[in-house]
């Protein structure tokens, strides 16, 4: 493999990675409060609409992003009324809320723009700009700086950065402040939070609307960064990739990073190439899709370190003495 | 002590479901209307397209077919508290069993290939439903994880299968070959015509019809009259209880799930067998998931399963007709079932305590 | 009152009350204004009325004991105070200032602070977090950790209050579990502080432990509740006792001036005198022998250390014992529901104690039956029917599955309707479910069940908890009836009276431990009870 695929499969890995990094985030903080959340396919293909849709009719990007943000928001505080409110069933709402946003996104899409439940491609201001680094261009011929620089870390749009800021962003929140460890208590014993005087219910609904504003990036960045428009069902499993990934990173903010770039790298790697040639095996492609969950499968049997989630998740808060 | 429990049971099977699915109506109603259509005319055109003719009637019950073999394998498991979302991945597999029993194997009648194919397709949605099961039972993995990613592993493999063992040489397609004439199953039309009734000749629909109704009294007969079915429901009640009694909570486990693959597979007869007649990549289409909503609105009893099976059929068809008609696209069935499986599975309490009030007042009085 | 008010304003630094201490206790004396009045509090759940019109005050600088039987409404009372549960009346008064408490927040700016009979801490946090939780001060952690620290190691020194700060609550003991409550309650600068049931899981020497801490904060000024039903406890530790029986507080005693003798009668509302008519034993051969039986549980405590001991057919052996000793274990090995190490012979056969054949199916099928100790948990399925649960454990017998598919559901509900008629079960309707059942027939379906499939062997873990006096004397008279014909009983009881009643022998647990072997006649409450705080 030569130096420019190779970046190439790199700077592609890193732009995949990124959706599932903030919806894997997003998992995690949720799940880290006690609400298993399996709707992050959901929101993300929500918000995706919600970013190209509006980013086309207002023609900025950014009022789209918003947008996103907003749209996502609102399907988790429907998620945290039925699982925090009403104590349902957080995996049935999860379910519910999976269809809710498939259906209802085409159907608006239908009826907005009338193009078979897509938004019209985004161009100009209405697309995620690339930001380029300083010095990309000078550095370029450089050899083995050259390419890292220019080719993967120079160049991706905005979000990108955001997403891999929000990795230690969300370490510290969770380790490092007050909120975080009332965040982290709430998910493992919300008894112990309720008699300490504080709020399981506002807790656990802060944790459901950054998730919510998490995978209304991801949604974003996914119509308007990584392709320029909404297309029906296309997140494609991504919210369960990130749902895998954070399973496979046990609920930790630095190694669910690890855990998207291995996933992203999988990815595009299945992209580029149809079959892998390993060690003189043929390696078919649907092999590399499945990967993803193959492995986490493994780590949630616990053949390979096991995946404890939190303690008190899935469950709502009955108060008893 | 929130009024749980004091809801008559009549109430509870009928009464609870019934105003969820009027809520899930009345929201969609005002999503049709918000992007201008009439909501009134839209039901008149799906109950005209669902129920107005033997053509209607024939893809409503075709659907309800597929969605009764789901939504059966969804309520059972449910029974056992277990929650399995993985049928899509289970009937996919059943798929695959029914192609290699259609394909492989030479057969002289369809009442042969139909009972090989269903083994097959009981057979490998069992296997791909035991894997979870089994970590669930032996090394704790929450089965509502495992079956999603088993969803995608399936849907990898299949892939796989089709495009480089299955699909004919020469062809871009990713399915299988046809099967042959003879394992054609018997549509309902010609069944009709043995007893002189005219029925459209157009509609899918066919002897698995038969088949998932027979399995909605099977499965109210393992649960409500016999040992394992009693087994199923104490442990699915309470797990304390059931070792107590001397039930294995694993055996249970791993015989629910197997039970349970096996009827989201046999979906594949009627879908696969019955229709597409070769196995292509999106057999399932979503029924897998649909079963869920049907066993939540069947509050898990066979009987449930099977008039919420049919309602689910009407949406189907009364959908198709309505995107074929209207400007609403036929993911309005999707947005419709979502509501379904919000407002009876996870908002339940929502319904639940005011109507548990209202009884609480009129006994009051 | 303003001067009520300048007198008692809780200093803002906790530390001032730690240093101060003396001029707190003056002020005490000086005033008779209780720390807590309650005035007329009501509570119900639906038709139970859990709390009726209860009145109390609880004099500063005291340990106030609150006694009454499991149900008599002590924890709602302090759910209320802890602003858990709103009363439906009454109203509240700290320090005689009538106070709401609609939540734990309010509570804890009262003062008052909660140590729960089930820990509410955080597993997998350490000491220091679970007990800055809630009040951190500041939104970075670092500086309220480290002032929590310093704080900690000052109450440490002063109360006998030692906990490695760093340490996670999952690797501590009980008893150091319970300090962190109490330190989480004196962080929060708590001058008020709840104990409901502290013993329930403690050692005898940890709760001696915990006597001399509750006696050290006394000395300090501050107020304490104390919830039990053990009057032990109450006569070592308390100054004054209130008595609750029925969700009515019927009488407040200077503990000085009250025995335990009448706190037991005001606490059951009559003479205890639990005699059961019975004829002396005829003891028939060895029904159950067991060697050095042990149990390691999951997290590698022995909870079973090394017992031996035999059963006769047609005589009862009574298990004495504070809850937590190894009994439940005990019961459960014997019953199959967890496997462990040792011997032991059923009727001269070995019984396995692990492994193939050491399950509750297998016992049964060897005629040994288990009522255990939780019904609602365990000994029925409550939202299945009376004959359902008729069923339950017993789904294999042959009379109820004549052919091997199907199970004969009308077989079972005649067996039920002829059980219940033998019981007196009220109602007797068998399609009616558990839940449906007062606790004294749901105890007497479970009995039903087990007995009447005449064992050799029955197992019977707190048999009448929970159960109105009718249904006590109904299910003592069957239980010695089953002695009668022959069975050998395994009795395990909380209630010292019930096990002096009906054993015919009698056999004391300590620390998974037989202290030793007593004859009823031949011994008294007295004697057992120092047997059970392991004192021989």
Redesign the interface.
């Known amino acids: 493999m030569d130096i420019a695929t190779f970046v190439q499969v790199l700077d592609s890995t890193l732009r995949l990675a990124t959706p599932l990094l903030f919806a894997c985030l997003a998992g995690l903080i949720s799940e880290r409060a006690g609400v298993f959340d399996i709707g992050l396919e959901v929101k993300m293909l929500g918000a995706a609409f919600m970013a190209a849709a509006i980013a086309f009719v207002s023609g900025n990007v950014w009022i789209g992003v918003a947008a996103a943000v907003a749209g996502s928001v609102l399907m988790s505080l429907v998620h945290g009324g039925a699982a925090i409110t009403f104590r349902g069933n957080q995996r049935i709402s999860g379910v519910a809320i999976n269809f809710l946003a498939a259906g209802i996104t085409v159907v608006i899409a239908q009826n907005w723009f009338r193009q078979g439940g897509r938004t019209p491609s985004l161009s100009g201001d209405a697309r995620m700009a690339r930001i380029d680094l300083p010095f990309a261009e000078n550095l370029r011929d450089v050899p083995v700086i050259g390419p890292v620089y220019h080719g993967i870390l120079s160049g991706p749009a905005p979000l990108v950065y955001v997403a891999f800021l929000c990795v230690p962003a969300t370490w510290y929140l969770l380790f490092r402040t007050r909120f975080g460890l009332r965040l982290r208590a709430v998910g493992e014993n919300p008894a112990a939070v309720d008699t300490a005087g504080v709020s399981v219910i506002g807790l656990r609904f802060a944790a459901v609307a950054i998730c919510g504003v998490l995978c209304g990036l991801a949604g974003a960045y996914l119509s308007t960064g990584l392709s320029a428009g909404f297309v029906k069902d296309m997140t494609a499993g991504r919210g369960f990739i990130a749902l895998a990934a954070m399973i496979f990173a046990k609920w930790r903010p630095w190694q669910a990073m690890g855990a998207v770039l291995l996933f992203g790298l999988l990815e595009a790697v299945a992209n580029r190439f149809q079959n892998i040639d390993i060690f003189g095996v043929a390696v078919p492609v649907q092999a590399m899709q499945a990967l993803p969950y193959i492995l986490t499968v493994v780590i949630l049997a616990g053949f390979v370190g096991k995946a404890i989630p939190p303690r008190a998740g899935g469950a709502a808060y009955v108060k008893e003495h | 002590?929130s009024g749980n429990?004091r809801i008559p049971n009549w109430a509870d099977v009928t009464l609870v479901p019934l105003v969820s699915v009027l809520l899930a109506f009345i929201l969609s109603g005002i999503?049709i209307w918000a992007?201008?259509e009439s909501p009134w005319a839209a039901v008149k055109l799906m109950v005209e397209g669902a129920f107005g003719s033997s053509y209607g009637w024939g893809y409503t019950l075709y659907y309800a077919t597929n969605f009764m073999f789901t939504g059966l394998a969804v309520a059972v498991a449910f029974q056992a508290r277990l929650?399995n979302?993985g049928g899509e991945g289970q009937a996919l597999l059943g798929g695959l069993g029914v192609a290699l029993v259609c394909l492989y194997i030479p057969w002289p009648h369809w009442s042969l290939a139909l009972l090989a194919a269903c083994a097959g397709a009981a057979g490998f949605g069992a296997l791909w439903a035991l894997i979870p099961g089994y970590?669930q039972a032996r090394?704790?993995?929450?089965i509502?994880?495992?079956t999603?990613?088993?969803n995608?592993?399936a849907a990898?493999?299949l892939?796989?299968v089709l495009?480089?063992v299955l699909r004919p040489q020469g062809s871009q397609d990713p399915s299988s070959p046809r099967f042959p004439a003879e394992v054609a199953l018997p549509k309902l039309h010609e069944m009709l015509a043995l007893v002189g009734i005219p029925f459209s000749r157009v509609p899918p629909v066919n002897i698995s019809l038969l088949i998932a109704v027979g399995m909605c009294f099977a499965v109210w007969f393992l649960l409500?009259?016999?040992?394992l079915?009693?087994?199923i429901?104490?442990f699915g009640?309470?797990e304390?209880?059931?070792?107590?009694?001397?039930?294995?909570p694993a055996r249970i486990t791993i015989y629910v799930m197997l039970i349970s693959g096996a009827l989201a597979g046999l979906m594949a007869v009627n879908s696969v067998m019955g229709e597409q007649q070769r196995l292509v990549l999106n057999a399932v289409e979503g029924a897998g998931?649909i079963g869920?909503a049907v066993a939540?609105m069947g509050r898990n009893h066979p009987f449930g399963v099977f008039l919420a099976a049919i309602l689910f059929g009407f949406l189907y068809q009364g959908g198709a007709e309505l995107a074929l008609w209207t400007?609403?696209?036929r993911?309005?069935?999707?947005?419709?079932?979502?509501?379904v499986?919000?407002f009876t599975?996870?908002?339940?309490?929502?319904v639940r305590i005011p109507i548990a009030r209202l009884f609480a007042l009129r006994g009051a009085r | 009152m303003i001067t009520a008010r300048i007198v008692f304003a809780r200093p803002s630094d906790p530390r001032m009350s730690l240093t101060h201490p003396p001029q707190m206790r003056q002020e005490t004396a000086a005033s008779d204004i209780p720390a807590i009045e309650l005035r007329g509090i009501c509570k119900a759940f639906g038709p139970v009325q859990a709390n009726k019109d209860i009145s109390i005050r609880v004099r500063r600088g005291t340990i106030h004991g609150i006694v009454g039987e499991n149900g008599a409404g002590k924890s709602t009372l302090m759910s209320i105070l802890y602003g858990f549960y709103r009363a439906d009346a009454g109203e509240i008064l700290i320090n005689g200032r009538p106070t709401e408490i609609p939540d734990s927040l309010s509570a804890i700016r009262a003062g008052i602070g909660m140590v729960f009979q089930h820990f509410k801490l955080v597993e997998n946090f350490t000491v220091l977090e679970n007990v800055i939780l809630g009040a951190e001060g500041s939104a970075l952690l670092r500086p309220s950790l480290a002032k929590a620290r310093g704080l900690l190691k000052d109450l440490a020194r002063e109360f006998e209050l030692n906990v490695d700060p760093d340490a996670l609550i999952e690797n501590l003991s009980v008893g150091h579990q319970q300090r962190v409550e109490i330190l989480k309650a004196l962080y929060r600068e708590a001058d008020i502080l709840i104990l409901d049931e502290p013993t329930g899981v403690l050692t005898p020497s940890e709760a001696d432990h915990l006597f001399r801490i509750l006696r050290g904060l006394k000395e300090q000024g501050k107020t304490i509740i104390l919830i039990t039903h053990k009057l032990r406890e109450i006569m070592d530790v308390t100054d004054d006792v209130s008595v609750m029986r029925r969700g009515e507080m019927v009488a407040t005693r200077a503990t000085a001036q009250t025995s335990p003798t009448e706190l037991a009668e005001l606490m059951v509302g009559r003479k205890v005198l639990l005699r059961v008519e019975k004829t002396p034993a005829t003891p028939g051969e060895e029904v159950l022998r067991v060697q050095s039986l042990r149990l390691v549980d999951g997290q590698g405590v022995e909870r079973l250390r090394g017992l031996d001991f035999t059963i006769r057919a047609g005589e009862i052996l009574g298990i004495a014992g504070v809850a937590g000793n190894g009994q439940s274990e005990l019961l459960e090995v014997l019953a199959g529901l967890r496997p462990a190490t040792g011997q032991a012979w059923l009727r001269g056969a070995v019984l396995p104690l692990s492994g193939p054949g050491a399950d509750a199916q297998t016992r049964r099928a060897t005629a040994v039956a288990h009522v255990p100790e939780d019904r609602h948990r365990r000994g029925l399925v409550l939202n299945f029917h009376a004959w359902e649960n008729t069923a339950l454990g017993y789904h294999n017998d042959p009379a109820y599955n004549p052919t091997p598919w199907k199970m004969d559901n009308d077989a079972i509900i005649r067996d039920t309707s002829a059980k219940m008629a033998a019981f007196d079960v009220r109602p007797p309707d068998p399609q009616l479910k558990a839940s449906g059942f007062s606790g004294g027939n749901q105890q007497k379906i479970v009995l039903a069940r087990e007995i009447e499939h005449a064992p050799d062997l029955l197992l019977v873990g707190q048999p009448t908890r929970g159960v109105d006096i009718g249904a006590i004397e109904f299910i003592h008279q069957r239980l010695i009836r089953l002695r009668d014909a022959g069975a050998a009983i395994l009795l395990v009881s909380v209630e010292l009276d019930e096990i002096m009643a009906l054993s015919d022998r009698i056999v004391v647990m300590f620390d998974g431990r037989i202290m030793g072997e007593r004859l009823p006649e031949k011994t008294n409450a007295q004697e057992l009870g120092l047997l059970m705080a392991g004192m021989a």
């Open positions: 002590m429990g999503l992007i201008g929650f979302i970590l090394r704790g993995s929450h509502v994880i495992t999603i990613m088993f995608f592993i990898s493999l892939g796989y495009v480089n409500w009259r016999t040992r079915g009693y087994q429901r104490a009640e309470s304390p209880a059931a070792e107590y009694a001397g039930i294995s998931f869920i939540l400007s609403i696209p993911e309005l069935i999707v947005v419709i079932q979502a509501l499986i919000l599975g996870a908002l339940d309490n929502m």
